[in-house]
């Protein structure tokens, strides 16, 4: 049951780019989206998050869009960097629920920026 | 900056036994999950915890499970009886306040079942 998709498992940049990550989800009743990022042997780093009531959040370099109508998210990475380089997880939950505990994750994206 | 700890960092054993994973959760959290990796799949909710009692689990979280917090600052993982399928990365992680806010993960067991 994949409630959220990434569908890229890899994406290439070159450094000082823009990194473009999507992921798209089916619940409807999701309300609150994160992008987490994992670096071999780590466990996932929280990065940035976005709640339905918003369509853009910002921080840094990072930005994250809310398309609710086409649940859609995307994490806009911008200049990217070597370091940039991770696996990036989009998460999901729905608070509201009785599920409202726990996150839905991807299956991830494997970013290289290239120097 | 505090961080959530696991402990071992890589557990092997063999089919049937038990297996006890650690975790020290970042000390003014209410709020502790599992969480399980299988190699190339989905990182999968298990459970959720708060107030010295599960709030959530999946299917995934059988019988086979359970989870305490023995002593207000350790957070467990016990598989019962282990299967080759148990064979996955679990990750513990705790927030300040439920679904609502971030969750930080510790870096992972790696369990092997023989």
């Known amino acids: 049951d994949q409630q959220v998709k990434q569908n890229s498992p890899s994406l290439s940049v070159q450094e000082g780019r823009i990194s473009i990550l999507n992921c798209d989800y089916t619940?409807?009743?999701?309300?609150?989206f994160l992008w987490y990022k994992k670096y071999p042997a780590e466990g996932p780093t929280f990065l940035i998050s976005?709640?339905?009531?918003?369509d853009k959040n910002e921080d840094g370099r990072f930005t994250v869009f809310l398309n609710k109508s086409a649940k859609h998210l995307s994490l806009h990475i911008v200049p990217s960097q070597p370091g940039d380089s991770a696996v990036y997880f989009c998460?999901?939950?729905?608070?509201?629920?009785?599920?409202?505990?726990?996150?839905?994750f991807g299956t991830g994206t494997s970013l290289t920026v290239i120097p | 900056e505090p961080e959530v700890t696991q402990t071992p960092s890589h557990q092997v054993t063999q089919m049937g036994q038990e297996v006890i994973l650690r975790c020290v959760p970042i000390?003014?959290?209410?709020?502790f999950y599992w969480y399980r990796q299988i190699l190339g799949q989905k990182v999968e909710f298990l459970v959720s915890?708060?107030?010295?009692?599960?709030?959530?689990k999946s299917e995934i979280f059988d019988d086979q499970f359970s989870v305490e917090r023995p002593d207000g600052s350790n957070f467990t993982l016990k598989i019962r009886s282990t299967k080759l399928e148990d064979s996955a990365m679990y990750f513990c992680?705790?927030?300040?306040?439920?679904?609502?806010?971030?969750?930080?993960f510790g870096p992972g067991t790696r369990l092997t079942v023989l």
């Open positions: 992680a705790s927030g300040v306040r439920g679904g609502r806010n971030e969750q930080f």
């Open positions: 619940n409807s009743m999701f309300d609150y």
């Open positions: 976005i709640s339905s009531i918003k």
């Open positions: 998460a999901a939950s729905a608070r509201l629920t009785n599920t409202g505990n726990q996150f839905y």
């Open positions: 000390s003014n959290h209410l709020y």
């Open positions: 915890f708060y107030n010295n009692e599960i709030s959530e």
